[in-house]
């Protein structure tokens, strides 16, 4: 299954191509190269489809409308493989000013990331597709890097490609709720293998006029509006051992407003405490016993002073 996440992404990419006017998307460089939001307005449903192709094809994401808003919901029966595996944002992607998030099934091919290292998650495909978050489309340099660092000729790689503060780029990061608390249960050192099924929501923010504050609003759907359950392999001790660890109500930093933690970090994601990125609120469900335990609570306070 490894060695088709960048097969399936790529034809759900390639399956855009027909419908980039109805989306407010546009193909350029062969096809290759798809603006999502930087010169292009994008809109809910490239939003939806840049998240599906995002987690390689292994997730389903959808929009909801709940009471206090719209909801973005992401569900998978391969959380390990397709949030830590692809969807997360492992790779940043520097060279020369240019400057990315960089996400999707590519880092299976590239590489160079613990917990791909310790999985086991490798793809060998000679056509890899990510997901760019930058306000920047990517030039001949960008494309030859990344290419490089994949081991591949340029023409075989595949961005979508969206800043933060746009529609889809913001529903692309608020569906990584199932995804945030996977990698806050790596850093716990939990085996994922034994995170069955997932399922997550989290609030969709409005628009934001510049990408720090999207940055805030993004993260603060999440880590206070979040919502996850995790089915699991695991006994009810150790679901009440590691899980009041989980939530992101176990960091020191947990009811600042990101933008706030953000600023004091330098701008710098992986200088921020790694025990507050998850969702707010986590629910576990053993497989083994039946039983449901849920864990830390929302702060709609928080996400509303995010919003306003």
Known sequence: MIDQLNKRALDRLKSLEARADQLRISF???GRIVDF?????????????????????????????????????VYTDQPALACMGAQYG???????EYFA?????????????????????????????????????????????????????PGRLFLGVAPTRSLAGTIQIVARSVEATM?????????????????GTAPLPPVSADDLTAIGRTNDAI????????????????IERIGPQTPSNSSSEFGKPFCEIFAASGG????????????????FVSNESGRISSFGGTRPEVVTASWT
């Open 223 to 238: 880590l206070y509006g979040g919502r996850v359950t995790l089915w699991v392999d695991m006994n009810d001790d150790e």
């Open 183 to 199: 990698h806050k249960l790596f850093e716990l050192d939990v085996d994922l293998r034994r995170v069955t099924s997932g399922l």
């Open 28 to 30: 350029f460089e062969s």
């Open 101 to 153: 998030i960089g996400s999707g099934p590519m880092r299976l091919r590239r590489g160079k990331e613990a917990v791909l290292d310790q999985y086991g998650f490798t793809d060998r495909s000679q056509d890899v597709v990510g997901v760019l978050e930058t306000s920047q489309l990517p030039d001949a340099e960008v494309i030859q890097y990344m290419a490089d660092e994949c081991d591949i000729e």
């Open 268 to 283: 710098d994601f992986y200088k921020l405490d790694p025990m507050l990125f998850s969702a707010g609120e986590v629910t």
């Open 90 to 96: 492992g790779w940043p992607v520097k060279t020369g």
């Open 37 to 73: 939001g930087v010169n292009m307005c994008g809109g809910l449903e490239s939003g939806l489809e840049l998240a599906r192709i995002c987690l390689g094809g292994l997730g389903t994401v959808d929009l909801l409308q709940s009471g206090d808003g719209p909801l973005i919901q």
